[in-house]
C-alpha cells in the first residue's frame, strides 16, 4: 500500500484522485488545501505545515499560485513528489528542475498516456512534413484558470526549434501568417474535460492529430499509476516517458 499526501485534496482533481487511490493500491493519508473540507476517511488540512504524519509520495493538483509553499515542503520533506499544477512560469518550471537535484520529482503538466502519444505522433508529423503549417487548438471546460493549457503550451514546446514563432493566438491586427509561426488556440466553456488538436496543414492536404479527454479520470489514474513508480525512485526529474519503458 502506498501512502498519498494529497495537496490540492478539496479540487475537482484531488477529490478524482481520492476516489480512485483504491484502485491503484494508494491509501490518502492527509489532503491540504486551504479549503480544509472534509469530505472522506483522511484528514484534511490547511497548510504543509500542519501534516503531521509521514507518507510515501506527495501528489499535488493544487493551482499556480500554491507553488512556494509547495517547493519549500518539498525540498524539506525530501519525499517523491508529483507535481500535475499548470500555469507555472519558466522561473517555476527551472526551480523543479534545481529541486529534482536532491527529491525524486514527476512534472507533467498532462498525466494522461494519451497526450505523451500525442506528442509523439506530433513530433514525428514535423520531422516527415517540414513544410508543413502547425496550429494547436484546444478547449477546456469554463472553470479553467490558465490559457492555454499547460498541455497545448507543452506540445508548442515540443514542436518548437530556432526557425519557429510562437503564436498564441491571433486577433485583427495580427496579419498574415509568417512562414514558421505556430499558433496556439484556447476555447473555454461547458464541462470539456480537455481537448488537443494539431493541426499540420501543407498544400492540398493536411493531417490532424486530436486527443480527447472524456473525464478527468484519465489524469487521476496517471498521477496513481506515477505514485507506484515514483515510491522506489532516487532523486532526478521524471515524466510521462518513464512510464512507457
Ligand atoms: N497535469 C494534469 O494532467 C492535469 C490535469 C487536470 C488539471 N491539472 C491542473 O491541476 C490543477 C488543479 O486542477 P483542478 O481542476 O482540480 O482545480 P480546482 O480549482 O478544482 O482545485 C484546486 C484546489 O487547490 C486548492 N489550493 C489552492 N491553494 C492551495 C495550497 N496553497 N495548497 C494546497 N491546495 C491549494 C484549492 O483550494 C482547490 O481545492 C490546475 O492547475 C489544473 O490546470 C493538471
Known amino acids: 500500500m502506498t501512502s498519498i499526501l494529497l495537496s490540492g485534496a478539496c479540487g475537482r482533481m484531488g477529490r478524482e484522485v481520492a476516489r480512485l487511490a483504491g ?7 492527509c489532503g491540504v488545501d486551504p479549503s480544509g473540507q472534509k469530505y472522506a476517511d483522511f484528514p484534511v488540512v490547511s497548510s504543509f505545515e500542519q501534516v503531521g504524519g509521514d507518507y510515501d509520495v506527495l501528489i499535488d493538483f493544487s493551482l499556480a499560485k ?3 509553499k509547495l517547493l519549500a515542503h518539498i525540498q ?5 513528489a508529483i507535481l500535475c499544477a499548470t500555469g507555472y512560469t519558466k522561473e517555476q518550471e527551472s526551480f523543479i528542475q534545481k529541486a529534482a537535484k536532491n527529491t525524486p520529482i514527476f512534472r507533467s503538466t498532462n498525466m494522461s498516456k494519451g497526450i505523451y502519444v500525442l506528442n509523439q505522433l506530433a513530433t514525428l508529423a514535423k520531422r516527415l512534413l517540414p513544410e ?7 478547449a477546456h471546460h469554463r472553470m479553467k484558470a490558465d490559457a492555454p493549457s499547460g498541455t497545448a503550451m507543452t506540445l508548442l514546446h515540443t514542436l518548437s526549434d530556432s526557425q519557429t514563432n ?4 491571433r486577433n485583427p ?3 498574415k501568417r509568417a512562414k514558421g509561426d505556430i499558433g ?3 476555447i473555454r466553456g ?3 474535460a480537455g481537448e488537443h488538436e494539431v493541426f499540420f496543414l501543407c498544400d492540398d492536404e493536411s493531417i490532424t492529430l486530436r486527443h480527447s479527454a472524456q473525464s478527468r479520470c484519465v489524469f487521476a489514474r496517471g498521477a496513481l499509476s506515477a505514485a507506484d513508480f515514483m515510491k522506489s525512485q532516487t532523486a532526478g526529474l521524471y515524466g510521462m516517458q518513464h512510464l512507457f519503458s
Open 23 to 29: 484502485e491503484y493500491g494508494c491509501r490518502i493519508v
Open 66 to 68: 500554491a507553488f512556494d
Open 76 to 80: 524539506s520533506a525530501k519525499k517523491p
Open 132 to 138: 508543413a503549417d502547425i496550429e494547436i487548438v484546444e
Open 166 to 169: 510562437n503564436v498564441l493566438g
Open 173 to 175: 491586427q495580427s496579419g
Open 184 to 186: 496556439v488556440h484556447a
Open 190 to 192: 461547458g464541462s470539456v
